[in-house]
């Protein structure tokens, strides 16, 4: 909820905006100056980035030899199947936002290669709003890192020769890299949009997107705030919501993780329990990348419990202001019977563990979404394990704000609880 010494996530939350009446002030505080200091740099450089910005693939094709007429390939089992069970249908926001061309090409190639559309789009959208940005190395040429094309391919310098051979060259010519003529002109060019994504697709696939999504996105750009932003995109370019998990009852389910449609989450079996959590979750996921704000609410930055509360409130599920308040507001679940869509609760910097003051979405897998404290961007982090970030290694409890005796589901939302639900009890 606020600034941290040694990274530990924000304490009690008092200043509320809009109205809404403040409680308890306290002191917002900013220690562990240097490494906050350094992760705050990054995180803001990839924000500047993340609209417009053409950003250089970091990591070259050294190993990587294809012919640029190459096709694809999807997880283990039926080929075609697997292919398809990846592909999210479109939501509005995509058709309203992705060029007709660009988002027809998204879908083919991702159907094509087995590569999930809307990841292939979240990269577009980052690197070059899909085509559609004048800065240097889009049309022509390369960037300052040595990136081209609408999905910042490397062609040379820092951001090595991905591509391989030159720019342009005959489709004929096999290159060490990623080189494609997916519209069949004769010619693999790093300009041509569908050229350039079915390169992406094949470097995602080199770099084991099938198996593990995010760290194939992080081998295209190394940043954290990178793989959340792309991430962010596929969840809004995908009707319903966009996740990753291990892949059960499908073709694919012999691969160790695919990338599947809504239903599922991040890492984990875990199903969303109903439509309501999948839009509270789609909505957090919509604010990756923005920055941490001590008392916000949006719709430019937020704060931990301003971010779920605005996330319930999009589903249409008011909860209360802060941390303190969404915990006893309850209902609380034990950890066995954990879901999607939960909230997670842990002490912060100055809260306690019947006053907890930093709180997260739980998206499934041990991981959650959270606004972490000053300096950092909306994220996707674990908990409760000892890699975890400083004060997300304890966790206090979970609730199910959905469950709440006092909450009415919007009509279609499948407002009974899943099995397992909560069964402990909270006053209105």
């Known amino acids: 909820m606020t600034g941290l010494p040694g990274q530990r996530p924000g ?91 660009y988002l027809s090409w998204y879908q083919k190639v991702g159907q094509q290669y087995g590569v999930p559309w809307v990841i292939l789009a979240g990269i577009g959208t980052v690197e070059s709003d899909n085509g559609r940005t004048t800065l240097p190395g889009v049309q022509s040429g390369a960037n300052a890192f040595g990136a081209a094309g609408p999905m910042q391919i490397g062609i040379g310098g820092a951001a090595g020769n991905a591509w391989g051979g030159a720019p342009i060259h005959p489709a004929s010519e096999v290159v060490n890299g990623v080189a494609t003529d997916e519209d069949g ?123 779920v509360m605005m996330a319930f409130q999009a589903a249409g599920v008011d909860l209360p202001r802060t941390s303190e308040a969404q915990w006893a507001w309850g209902p609380q679940v034990p950890a066995s019977q954990v879901e999607p869509g939960d909230l997670v609760f ?34 996707i982090s674990t908990y409760g394990t000892a890699s975890s970030a400083g004060g997300l290694t304890q966790v206090v409890g979970f609730t199910r704000p959905w469950a709440h005796s006092g909450v009415v589901l919007p009509l279609g939302s499948g407002s009974a609880p899943a099995s397992g639900a909560a069964s402990a009890s909270a006053s209105p």
């Not at 990591?59 to 292919?83: P, Y």
């Not at 991040?266 to 990756?288: D, E, K, L, R």
Request: proline share 4%; with cysteine; aromatic share 6%.
């Open 185 to 307: 002109t004769g010619t693999a060019s790093v300009y041509d949009p569908p050229d350039a994504i079915a390169g992406a697709a094949k470097y995602l696939l080199a770099h084991g997107v099938l198996s593990n999504a995010a760290a194939a996105i992080f081998a295209y750009n190394h940043l954290d705030s990178y793989v959340q932003a792309v991430e962010g995109y596929a969840s809004t370019y995908a009707s319903g919501g966009y996740s990753v998990a291990p892949s059960v009852g499908s073709a694919a389910a012999s691969t160790a993780a695919c990338v599947q449609l809504a239903g599922t989450v991040m890492s984990g079996s875990t199903a969303v329990p109903n439509q309501a959590v999948a839009a509270v979750i789609a909505f957090a996921q919509q604010q990756i990348g923005k920055p941490y704000l001590w008392g916000g609410t949006g719709p430019d930055a937020f704060d931990c419990s301003g971010l």
């Open 11 to 101: 304490g009690r939350r008092t200043a509320e905006r809009n109205g809404v009446a403040a409680r308890s002030a306290r002191r917002e505080r900013d220690g562990g100056a240097s490494q906050i200091v350094v992760i705050g740099i990054i995180g803001a450089a990839a924000l500047l980035m993340i609209g417009a910005l053409t950003i250089p693939m970091i990591v070259g094709g050294s190993s990587l030899l294809f012919s640029a007429g190459s096709g694809g390939f999807g997880c283990s089992g039926s080929a075609q199947q697997a292919k398809s069970a990846l592909q999210s249908k479109v939501s509005g926001e995509a058709k309203n936002s992705i060029p007709s061309d």
């Open 346 to 379: 842990f002490a912060g910097s100055d809260g306690t563990a019947i006053d907890p003051g930093h709180v997260g979405l739980v998206i499934g897998g041990g991981k959650m979404i959270e606004a972490y404290a000053t300096g950092f961007p909306i994220r």
